[in-house]
């Protein structure tokens, strides 16, 4: 059934999208896969807290550096664990690879 007289067309066409179930900003049904976005911002912000962690002239703030590393791995991996799409699980490979390269590259002291 097609829509009504004119009145229905305009006020279709001014509703917001998002009262249909649309979220703003994408076009058709389909959900935007936004794992690419997930990785790389989580990648991003494991380099960032490693590299704050090691900086000796940081010293002041290695511990709640440390202690938002611990939170941030510790939900990384949790997170992982429930996985259950293959895809998914392949696409955090590189950061897996990263989180282990960086935590050995601490120094004993540290970590003791």
Same mark, same amino acid.
Request: hydrophobic share 35%; proline share 4%.
């Given at each position: 059934?097609?829509?009504?007289?004119?009145?229905?067309?305009?006020?279709?066409?001014?509703?917001?999208?998002?009262?249909?179930?649309?979220?703003?900003?994408?076009?058709?049904?389909?959900?935007?896969?936004?794992?690419?976005?997930?990785?790389?911002?989580?990648?991003?912000?494991?380099?960032?807290? #490693?590299?704050?962690?090691?900086? +000796? !002239?940081?010293?002041? @703030? /290695?511990?709640?550096?440390?202690?938002?590393? $611990?939170?941030?791995?510790?939900?990384?991996?949790?997170? #992982?664990?429930?996985?259950?799409? +293959? !895809?998914?699980?392949? @696409? /955090?490979?590189?950061?897996?690879?990263?989180? $282990?390269?960086?935590?050995?590259?601490?120094?004993?002291?540290?970590?003791?």
């Amino acid at each position: 059934k097609k829509w009504g007289g004119y009145k229905e067309r305009c006020l279709v066409k001014q509703t917001p999208k998002w009262m249909f179930g649309i979220p703003p900003g994408f076009k058709g049904k389909s959900k935007p896969n936004l794992l690419k976005q997930e990785t790389s911002s989580l990648a991003c912000g494991l380099r960032i807290l #490693f590299r704050m962690y090691m900086d +000796e !002239s940081r010293t002041s @703030a /290695w511990e709640e550096v440390q202690q938002r590393l $611990l939170n941030v791995c510790s939900e990384a991996l949790s997170y #992982f664990l429930t996985l259950t799409s +293959e !895809s998914h699980r392949e @696409a /955090w490979t590189n950061l897996l690879l990263l989180f $282990l390269t960086k935590v050995l590259k601490i120094n004993d002291e540290r970590v003791s």
